[in-house]
């Protein structure tokens, strides 16, 4: 029996375990889905029918109402649709009877809305205020009051019954939670106890063969794991002895000991299936593994540019500069580094990076560089990307929804609102504007990452992008309790930008800095000529940010740890991708407590 197939028993009582856990799980979630569904499927209709016939039976007095005031104009535009509505929800009612006492009381409503009906018909056919007054109040009030009545009996039936069936699915999601909770405690602790005690059997033999390797690893070569059996573990053993009786042999021999190291440093760089070169001071090739050889058909004590396409070429040579400069290992930013080469079975993509190699006195004598094959990575990362703005761009139709029927709720159009609804209703409003935040990020991410970051540039005053900056934020600065100061530096210069793109990386920075900055603290915009440019700076006095997340801050998705705020950490990115596609810089100035000041520069029209 193999190791493999030892270890796969080891794991069946697990497996067991799990499986048993599972089909508890989901007879209590069926149970749980048949007691919601009960209540919807007896009782809701009815509700919302009740309600609706009440809704209808007001409105119709209400026409009445009208008739008696000298608006049967207004009567008669008011009455036919709420009878007819009244009517369809009667049926929907009489259809959907469940409950004790439900059959009674339908008929009854249905008895009061038939003569309700035929006081009203009787009632549209007087003339005179006085006498559809007296008829109103004598005849047409009681019989609605009557039809009233007897909708909400019906009502009060059905939402009794919802209490009941709530309150039988409460014990039952109870019970069931307490058989689950057995069930995952017992299934679970038999599975493990007998998946350990399996697991401990089948890798005994490897306690054996870890002591040996112990014992030459300290020098022992004598020591041996002499492991019987046909398993893995012990073909290991006698591959281990077999390797313990060549050590013993090259022991005797200094040439032995040489021929290994070299041995096993060529195993290890030709075990890479990345391109591996080692380069000399000088420039020369000092050794390559396979994957160099035969992907870029360098050779050793040969020139490693000579046969490189140029842009590989050019990124090793920025490597050695880095590596012989004495600035230590060299690591690239991101995927964006990677240098595509034609080669054999297609194209691909390498990550260079390097280590350099050192004297006994501590000085650079070479540099190992390691070509990373990325190629399916960046697939990866395309197919991420994709996803991400396909899955955004479905995010937007069901969301602007979401948006509208929140909005049309608290503006009252639907009727008025209880202080509890207006809270949920406005904490979904904050939570639907949040995630429309994140989607139009997620959006812009992908936009970027594609290449399509478009600005139309014009000239504008650089007053007038600090005066729309500060603008677009002054109020919600003023509701955390900050001070927003503007700071315009002289000479006023005028600077090629698109004012919708700027404005985002605007909002962003000064959101960024009303989040983090203290109670009656002070933020400063601040515009002023820099170098033939002009620099936009926004300067607060938060925590700061320490020295080692300057740089990451910017990158896609990074959010620096213990930062409070909402948001998935695209806001920096975006934000220095538009200024680039301005042909300007973005960066950060900060010091853990010292507050922060981001800045970014952008470009002065060409002077006539």
């Keep these: 029996m193999t190791l493999r197939t030892r270890l796969l028993l080891a794991q069946a009582p697990l497996a067991a375990g799990l499986m048993l856990v599972g089909l508890v799980a989901l007879n209590t979630l069926e149970t749980l889905g048949q007691s919601s569904q009960l209540i919807l499927r007896?009782?809701?209709?009815?509700?919302?029918?009740?309600?609706?016939?009440?809704?209808?039976?007001?409105?119709?007095?209400?026409?009445?109402?009208?008739?008696?005031?000298?608006?049967?104009?207004?009567?008669?535009?008011?009455?036919?649709?709420?009878?007819?509505?009244?009517?369809?929800?009667?049926?929907?009612?009489?259809?959907?009877?469940?409950?004790?006492?439900?059959?009674?009381?339908?008929?009854r409503l249905r008895a009061a809305w038939s003569e309700y009906v035929q006081k009203l018909d009787a009632y549209r056919g007087l003339t005179g205020e006085r006498e559809l007054r007296r008829r109103y109040f004598e005849e047409l009030q009681p019989a609605f009051t009557r039809v009233k009545h007897a909708a909400e009996r019906v009502l009060e039936i059905n939402q009794d019954a919802m209490l009941l069936k709530s309150d039988r699915a409460r014990t039952t999601a109870e019970r069931s939670r307490m058989l689950l909770l057995l069930a995952i405690v017992s299934g679970l602790g038999l599975a493990l106890l007998a998946s350990v005690s399996l697991t401990r059997r089948a890798?005994?033999?490897?306690?054996?063969?870890?002591?040996?390797?112990?014992?030459?690893?300290?020098?022992?070569?004598?020591?041996?794991?002499?492991?019987?059996?046909?398993?893995?573990?012990?073909?290991?053993?006698?591959?281990?002895?077999?390797?313990?009786?060549?050590?013993?042999?090259?022991?005797?021999?200094s040439l032995g000991e040489l021929l290994q190291a070299q041995q096993a440093s060529q195993a290890a760089i030709d075990s890479l299936p990345d391109p591996v070169i080692v380069l000399s001071l000088d420039g020369q090739v000092l050794n390559v593994n396979q994957a160099a050889e035969s992907l870029l058909r360098v050779e050793a004590g040969l020139d490693p540019l000579s046969r490189l396409p140029p842009p590989l070429r050019e990124a090793i040579d920025k490597v050695r500069a880095h590596i012989f400069s004495g600035k230590g290992a060299y690591a690239p930013r991101g995927l964006e580094d990677a240098i595509r080469v034609e080669g054999e079975g297609g194209g691909r993509a390498l990550l260079p990076r390097a280590t350099p190699l050192?004297?006994?006195?501590?000085?650079?004598?070479?540099?190992?560089?390691?070509?990373?094959?990325?190629?399916?990575?960046?697939?990866?990362?395309?197919?991420?990307?994709?996803?991400?703005?396909?899955?955004?761009?479905?995010?937007?139709?069901?969301?602007?929804?979401?948006?509208?029927?929140?909005?049309?709720?608290?503006?009252?159009?639907?009727?008025?609102?209880?202080?509890?609804?207006?809270?949920?209703?406005?904490?979904?409003?904050?939570?639907?504007?949040?995630?429309?935040?994140?989607?139009?990020?997620?959006?812009?991410?992908?936009?970027?990452?594609?290449?399509?970051?478009?600005?139309?540039?014009?000239?504008?005053?650089?007053?007038?992008?600090?005066?729309?900056?500060?603008?677009?934020?002054?109020?919600?600065?003023?509701?955390?309790g900050l001070h927003m100061q503007e700071d315009l530096v002289e000479p006023v210069l005028p600077v090629l930008v698109d004012p919708d793109r700027i404005s985002l990386v605007f909002d962003n920075l000064v959101a960024n800095a009303i989040r983090h900055s203290p109670k009656d603290g002070r933020i400063v915009v601040r515009a002023?000529?820099?170098?033939?440019?002009?620099?936009?700076?926004?300067?607060?006095?938060?925590?700061?940010?320490?020295?080692?997340?300057?740089?990451?801050i910017f990158e896609k998705f990074f959010r620096m740890p213990g930062t409070k705020g909402e948001g998935i950490g695209l806001g920096l990115y975006i934000s220095r991708e538009i200024v680039a596609a301005h042909g300007g810089e973005m960066g950060v100035d900060s010091g853990p407590g010292g507050g922060s000041r981001f800045w970014f520069t952008l470009r002065v029209p060409p002077r006539a």
């Design 203 to 253: 890798l005994r033999p490897l306690q054996v063969l870890s002591l040996a390797v112990h014992r030459i690893g300290e020098g022992d070569l004598d020591a041996r794991a002499r492991i019987g059996g046909e398993d893995e573990i012990a073909e290991v053993g006698r591959e281990l002895d077999t390797m313990a009786d060549k050590l013993r042999e090259y022991r005797n021999s």
């Design 528 to 552: 002023r000529p820099s170098n033939g440019q002009v620099r936009f700076e926004v300067e607060d006095q938060g925590p700061g940010i320490p020295p080692e997340y300057r740089q990451r």
């Design 358 to 480: 050192y004297s006994e006195q501590g000085n650079v004598t070479g540099a190992t560089i390691v070509l990373q094959d990325v190629t399916r990575l960046l697939r990866f990362d395309e197919l991420k990307n994709d996803l991400v703005a396909t899955v955004a761009h479905e995010f937007r139709t069901p969301l602007t929804s979401m948006r509208m029927a929140v909005h049309i709720l608290l503006e009252g159009i639907t009727g008025p609102l209880t202080e509890k609804q207006l809270d949920l209703l406005t904490a979904a409003r904050d939570d639907c504007e949040r995630l429309q935040g994140i989607v139009e990020d997620l959006l812009d991410l992908s936009r970027i990452q594609a290449g399509k970051v478009e600005v139309s540039l014009t000239s504008l005053p650089a007053k007038s992008i600090l005066d729309a900056g500060v603008a677009a934020k002054v109020d919600a600065a003023r509701d955390a």
């Design 42 to 107: 007896d009782n809701f209709n009815s509700v919302l029918a009740a309600q609706r016939m009440k809704d209808a039976a007001e409105r119709i007095d209400s026409a009445a109402l009208f008739r008696a005031a000298g608006r049967p104009d207004k009567a008669d535009e008011q009455a036919p649709p709420n009878i007819r509505a009244f009517q369809a929800q009667l049926e929907v009612q009489e259809h959907n009877l469940t409950e004790p006492g439900e059959t009674e009381a339908t008929h």
